[in-house]
Nanobody, 116 residues
Framework: QVQLVESGGGLVQPGGSLRLSCAVASETIFSIGTMNWYRQAPGKQRELVAT???????RYVDSVKGRFAISRDTAKNTVYLQLNSLKPDDTAVYYC?????????WGQGTQVTVSS
């Protein structure tokens, strides 16, 4: 079992920043390998936002390139998503995701609301 706990969401004005954290328990992020951040806006499907591969390479959906940054701290067993230059369209519940031993694991999600 892999446990994922997100934090760091909140209400922010357009142009603002937030840093989301995903604390991983029961396995090390080194063992898990690839970690992802997804988001789901009201009435929309969940979409993959950012990925960090086991070797450290990162990938982003086009809509967040240049604004979001995924990173990890193996000492803290935590994955981060830095959100900059936020737009109202970024409003969603953000979920941390890991696939380990052929099982898909999700956190409970953290709400990000971008509004003036």
């Amino acid at each position: 079992q892999v446990q994922l706990v997100e934090s760091g969401g909140g209400l922010v004005q357009p142009g603002g920043s937030l840093r989301l954290s995903c604390a991983v328990a029961s396995e090390t992020i080194f063992s898990i390998g690839t970690m992802n951040w997804y988001r789901q806006a009201p009435g929309k499907q969940r979409e993959l936002v950012a990925t960090i591969l086991s070797g450290g390479s990162v990938r982003y959906v086009d809509s967040v390139k240049g604004r979001f940054a995924i990173s990890r701290d193996t000492a803290k067993n935590t994955v981060y998503l830095q959100l900059n230059s936020l737009k109202p369209d970024d409003t969603a519940v953000y979920y941390c995701n890991a696939v380990y031993a052929w099982t898909n694991y999700w956190g409970q999600g953290t709400q990000v609301t971008v509004s003036s």
